[in-house]
């Protein structure tokens, strides 16, 4: 049996005896598969409401054993992950579980990750995507309740990240717009939650819209380049932001030949530029040759979106300042059998 699914967690509970903690203890022997995409936030403007699944996958094999937990991991990332509960995967499936209801006394997880690491292409988030994906699937296999819904799995990946918008994209596939609702404000998804609701839409994006990412070796954190924004802006800036993030979304969906000037941003690109030279050199770059390019997330990776093929020029440009070259399909959601 197979769907696609959207996700989501918060913060873990002390480890009980059995893995994950509820009613129902789930057999040994269920097993359930996960393929789920990169992503990128922001898009230029769209600062924490705006993402897009990128074609690069991490798979996720899990299964349910006699006892502890077991994790086995390949590729980026592989060699300074923990092996044991606090690997993100395994709280997320663990959180997963207990939001279903259920437990298992042991789980064994096999995870072959090509997203690179802080780079700014969604890997937490993908990671929290693939852990509650796989916790759905086991609980459906297992007949204890029917798979999660995507506003479920956008909610507890929310909760992960602390706002939705690369997980949403991860699950949903395509571009997204998120946004966030208090627990007393109704939403249109009927999300019960005590902490703040997450909710995102999918955009179908339009099909002369091409996607190419540049990936340094170069690492970047999160929360460092979250720390170099400001606390306020002008509110030129804060009205200049608002048309372009709207323009973003009309020239996704029905006017890629906007997605230049739709690009544009004046909230998070310019502060966080002096940490990353590179980047903000490589952005400059494209975008004077006509590029639709952007801060991919946090960055250091950068992201162009359009139909304008990219030269063997710019592949040597990139290359020269050290990014790597990664043409990409827009992805659809995340993928689960079981």
Request: aromatic share 4%.
């Amino acid at each position: 049996m197979s769907a696609d699914l959207e996700m989501a967690g918060d913060v873990m509970p002390e480890a009980p005896s059995s893995v994950g903690g509820a009613d129902t203890v789930l057999p040994e022997g269920l097993s359930v598969r996960v393929r789920v995409p990169a992503s990128s936030a922001n898009l230029g403007p769209g600062f924490d409401c705006l993402g897009i699944a990128l074609g690069v996958y991490d798979e996720l094999t899990v299964e349910t054993t006699a006892s502890g937990i077991q994790i086995d991991a390949v590729g980026e990332g592989a060699a300074d992950i923990p092996r044991d509960e606090r690997h993100l995967v395994a709280r997320a499936v663990r959180r997963g579980l207990e939001y279903g209801g259920a437990s298992a006394r042991g789980l064994a997880l096999r995870c072959v990750n090509a997203i690179p690491h802080s780079r700014g292409l969604g890997s937490s988030a993908a990671a929290a995507v693939s852990g509650f994906a796989a916790a759905s699937g086991l609980l459906a296999a297992a007949g204890v309740r029917a798979p999660f819904t995507d506003a479920e799995l956008v909610q507890l990946a929310g909760e992960f990240e602390g706002h939705p918008d690369n997980a949403a994209a991860s699950v949903l596939g395509g571009a997204v717009v998120t946004w966030t609702d208090s627990p007393l404000e109704a939403n249109p998804d009927g999300v019960v939650a005590t902490g703040d609701v997450y909710l995102a839409r999918r955009l179908e994006v339009h099909p002369d819209i091409r996607a190419t990412v540049f990936v340094p070796e170069t690492e970047s954190s999160t929360s460092h380049t979250r720390g170099l924004l400001p606390d306020s802006v002008p509110r030129t800036d804060a009205v200049f932001n608002l048309s372009r993030s709207a323009l973003t979304v009309v020239a996704l969906t029905t006017a890629p030949e906007c997605l230049v000037d739709a690009t544009v941003d004046r909230l998070h690109q310019p502060y966080r530029a002096p940490s990353m030279p590179q980047t903000a050199e490589l952005v400059a770059a494209l975008r004077k040759r006509g590029y639709a390019a952007m801060v991919s997330g946090a960055g250091p990776s950068v992201l162009i979106l359009g139909a304008l093929p990219v030269t063997d020029d710019v592949v040597a440009l990139a290359h020269g300042i050290g990014f790597a070259t990664w043409p990409v399909d827009v992805a659809q959601g995340v993928e689960i059998s079981w």
